[in-house]
């Protein structure tokens, strides 16, 4: 069974400063791991991913993660927020890869303050 | 390229009335999924369909059913509407198949049901 930790429901940035959402996983085999962006009232689009390879992925839009394992951690950061970054942010598990579905945390509301 | 598409985009259903949800893509991918999102639970998997003529059931597969109809399409069915399915359902579809290799999931715009 595969379960998504995202801390924090609401993470709120003034613009230009640091952007850190994190996400724990927990799996039984090796994951794939996904970040994905909702802007209001839209579908999700993929920001990045991990399945195999080198461990720190770069996505749109500026953003990048971290795959440990060690500490069975995602977390998706930025260096400089815009006020654009402001959406609904998704971190996403899948054990098998294939046709499995993904499953999700349950999100972090990004808010940039001017 | 359309990519997902799904109607009606929005509905409102009195408790018991049945409806379906369509979803369709253009892509000629293999693999279809059903999602609902609720405030504060994410995306939960409802289920889903590796390649044409198979469908499997994902974490919250109650009080629904699936057709999927040719390799485009892939419905979803509420036979007996209840409040608690009240959501944001989601249609996706990826390349993966039976192929065992990961492929990205695209997302449609999404089904806004209320049901009274």
């Known amino acids: 069974a595969q379960s998504v930790t995202q801390l924090g429901s609401h993470v709120s940035v003034s613009e230009g400063a640091l952007v850190l959402l994190r996400c724990n996983y927990s799996s039984s085999v090796p994951p794939y791991l996904f970040w994905y962006v909702q802007y209001p009232n839209q579908g999700l689009q993929l920001l990045l991913k991990y399945t195999t390879g080198a461990t720190l992925v770069k996505g749109i839009n500026g953003f990048e993660a971290e795959f440990k394992k060690s500490e069975t951690s995602f977390h998706l950061t930025k260096p400089s927020a815009h006020m654009s970054d402001a959406a609904e942010y998704f971190c996403?598990?899948?054990?098998?890869?294939?046709?499995?579905?993904?499953?999700f945390g349950k999100g972090t509301h990004l808010i940039i303050q001017p | 390229n359309a990519g997902v598409t799904q109607t009606p985009k929005f509905q409102v259903l009195k408790t018991g009335q049945s409806m379906t949800l369509q979803c369709a893509q253009d892509?000629?991918?293999?693999?279809m999924y059903w999602y609902r999102q609720d405030p504060g639970m994410g995306l939960r998997l409802i289920y889903y369909?590796?390649?044409?003529?198979?469908?499997d059931k994902g974490e919250v597969p109650n009080g629904y059913n699936v057709s999927r109809l040719n390799k485009r399409e892939f419905s979803l069915r509420l036979e007996s509407a209840a409040p608690s399915q009240t959501s944001v359902y989601f249609c996706?579809?990826?390349?993966?198949?039976?192929?065992?290799?990961?492929?990205?999931?695209?997302f449609g715009p999404g089904t806004r049901l209320t049901v009274l």
């Open positions: 892509m000629n991918h293999n693999s």
């Open positions: 996403a598990v899948s054990g098998i890869g294939g046709a499995d579905g993904l499953t």
């Open positions: 369909s590796a390649s044409e003529g198979t469908t």
């Open positions: 996706a579809s990826s390349e993966a198949g039976t192929s065992g290799s990961w492929y990205e999931q695209f």
